[in-house]
């Protein structure tokens, strides 16, 4: 089930298009590991035919389900996009496609909905990560004969050649 719109019907008025469209039929193809679509896309449009096309206009939201990159904590982040804008032309060589006087509306959400997706998902800015414990390891066992607070450029210093 598509977001669509029909094309004899807007010529008389306007068209309001309200709801929620399962995640399923958005057809993401999310690949990060990190960043889960589960919930529905709601959506309040309004569908405005001009001459040489259609004029989309409205709210769009799509909640995910988001774990930080750098600690993996559960960070939920909400895609919303409002106001939402598109026009799609009906003529020309970048023209929807219309079915049986139908036009999907669908595609363009989904490329818009992708494009607002976090690149990094963060569950805070200053976020330090998961807690280092090969190196606390490494300090308790007093590591390669260095002393706390030396730096590598210290110890390579006291090389000879």
């Known amino acids: 089930m598509a977001i669509t719109v029909?094309?004899?019907?807007?010529?008389?008025?306007?068209k309001r298009l309200t709801g929620e469209l399962p995640v399923e039929e958005l057809d993401l193809d999310i690949r990060d590991e990190l960043i889960q679509a589960r919930r529905?896309?709601?959506?309040?449009?309004?569908?405005?035919?001009?001459?040489?096309?259609?004029?989309?206009?409205?709210?769009?939201?799509?909640?995910?389900?988001?774990?930080?990159?750098?600690?993996?904590?559960?960070?939920?982040?909400?895609?919303q996009l409002d106001p939402w804008t598109c026009h799609l032309p009906l003529q020309g060589e970048e023209r929807v496609e219309v079915t049986n006087d139908l036009v999907d509306l669908t595609p363009s959400i989904r490329e818009d909905i992708l494009l607002e997706f976090p690149q990094h998902p963060l569950c805070d800015p200053e976020c330090g990560g998961l807690p280092n414990s090969l190196s606390s390891n490494k300090k308790k066992a007093g590591g390669a004969g260095r002393t706390e607070g030396a730096s590598a450029w210290s110890e390579l210093n006291k090389l000879k050649f």
Do not use: S, T
Not at 6 to 14: G, Y
Not at 53 to 76: E, I, Y
């Open 6 to 14: 029909n094309l004899r019907h807007l010529e008389a008025h306007n």
């Open 40 to 79: 529905p896309l709601e959506y309040d449009l309004e569908v405005q035919k001009l001459e040489d096309g259609l004029l989309v206009q409205g709210k769009l939201r799509l909640f995910l389900d988001c774990q930080c990159v750098r600690c993996l904590k559960p960070v939920p982040h909400l895609v």
